[in-house]
C-alpha cells in the first residue's frame, strides 16, 4: 500500500524481456537502501524488487502489468516515479493508493500558469464512475485532485515542488499516464451494482 507522494525519481538503465515480460534495470538515490523481495511503486505500478546492484534495482513486469500501463513503452533513460510502501501508524499525506494500476490515461494538454501548471488527462470511459470532482486520482503515482471532470477527461493543478520532484515535467502532449482511481470509490461501486432491486 502507498500514498501518492513520490519520493525520489529513477531512471531506466537497462530493459531486456523475460518471457512474456519486461524486467527493468532502475538507477536511484534510494536504490541502496532496498532489499530483495520488496515492493515498489514504479509509475503508480507495484513491482518486486528482484535483484540489487550498487545503485540499481531490478523489477520485472509481466504482460498483464504491460497491457494494463506504459511500462510496455519504457525504454532506457526515461525517468521513474519511486515511492516505497507506506509505514502503518505513518501520516498518510496523499491517499490510499494499491499499485494498481487500472489503465493509462493520455495527456491532452499542459499549461504554465505562472507559478503553477494545469494538465489534462483523458480516461477510459468504462471508468467514469470512479471519477469525482475534487476526488483523488494517481497518475503516474502521484497522488492529485481531478477537477474539472467530464465522462471521460479531468484537469489537475500542479505546484512546483511536484514538478521538480517527479516525473510530470517530462510529460508532453499526447503520452500516456498510468492512473489508479480511488480505492474507496472502486468498492462503493461494485458494492452497488449488486443492491437488491429498489435500494
Given at each position: 500500500m502507498f500514498t501518492g507522494i513520490i519520493e525520489q525519481v529513477g531512471t531506466v538503465r537497462e530493459v531486456f524481456p523475460t518471457g512474456t515480460g519486461l524486467s527493468f534495470w532502475i538507477e536511484s538515490t534510494i536504490s541502496s537502501e532496498l532489499?530483495?523481495?520488496?515492493?515498489?511503486?514504479?509509475?503508480?505500478?507495484?513491482?518486486?524488487?528482484?535483484?540489487?546492484?550498487?545503485?540499481?534495482?531490478?523489477?520485472?513486469?509481466?504482460?498483464?502489468?504491460?497491457?494494463?500501463?506504459?511500462?510496455?513503452?519504457?525504454?532506457?533513460?526515461?525517468?521513474?516515479?519511486?515511492?516505497?510502501?507506506?509505514?502503518?501508524?505513518?501520516?498518510?499525506?496523499?491517499?490510499?493508493?494499491?499499485?494498481?494500476?487500472?489503465?493509462?490515461?493520455t495527456c491532452l494538454s499542459r499549461a504554465d500558469q505562472d507559478g503553477s501548471w494545469l494538465f489534462r488527462f483523458s480516461f477510459p470511459l468504462e471508468k467514469a464512475g470512479l471519477m469525482i470532482e475534487k476526488g483523488s486520482i494517481t497518475v503516474n503515482g502521484i497522488s492529485l485532485t481531478g477537477f474539472d471532470v467530464t465522462r471521460d477527461a479531468f484537469s489537475v493543478a500542479i505546484i512546483p515542488y511536484t514538478m521538480d520532484h517527479t516525473n510530470l515535467g517530462d510529460l508532453s502532449v499526447g503520452e500516456h499516464v498510468n492512473l489508479e482511481f480511488d480505492l474507496i470509490g472502486k468498492y462503493i461501486l461494485r458494492q452497488s451494482a449488486f443492491l437488491p432491486e429498489g435500494k
Amino acid at each position: 500500500m502507498f500514498t501518492g507522494i513520490i519520493e525520489q525519481v529513477g531512471t531506466v538503465r537497462e530493459v531486456f524481456p523475460t518471457g512474456t515480460g519486461l524486467s527493468f534495470w532502475i538507477e536511484s538515490t534510494i536504490s541502496s537502501e532496498l532489499h530483495v523481495d520488496q515492493s515498489l511503486s514504479h509509475d503508480g505500478a507495484c513491482l518486486t524488487v528482484e535483484a540489487l546492484q550498487p545503485g540499481t534495482h531490478r523489477v520485472t513486469a509481466v504482460r498483464e502489468t504491460l497491457e494494463k500501463t506504459g511500462l510496455r513503452n519504457w525504454s532506457p533513460g526515461r525517468r521513474v516515479n519511486l515511492e516505497r510502501a507506506m509505514v502503518l501508524g505513518g501520516r498518510l499525506d496523499g491517499h490510499l493508493v494499491q499499485g494498481h494500476v487500472d489503465g493509462t490515461g493520455t495527456c491532452l494538454s499542459r499549461a504554465d500558469q505562472d507559478g503553477s501548471w494545469l494538465f489534462r488527462f483523458s480516461f477510459p470511459l468504462e471508468k467514469a464512475g470512479l471519477m469525482i470532482e475534487k476526488g483523488s486520482i494517481t497518475v503516474n503515482g502521484i497522488s492529485l485532485t481531478g477537477f474539472d471532470v467530464t465522462r471521460d477527461a479531468f484537469s489537475v493543478a500542479i505546484i512546483p515542488y511536484t514538478m521538480d520532484h517527479t516525473n510530470l515535467g517530462d510529460l508532453s502532449v499526447g503520452e500516456h499516464v498510468n492512473l489508479e482511481f480511488d480505492l474507496i470509490g472502486k468498492y462503493i461501486l461494485r458494492q452497488s451494482a449488486f443492491l437488491p432491486e429498489g435500494k
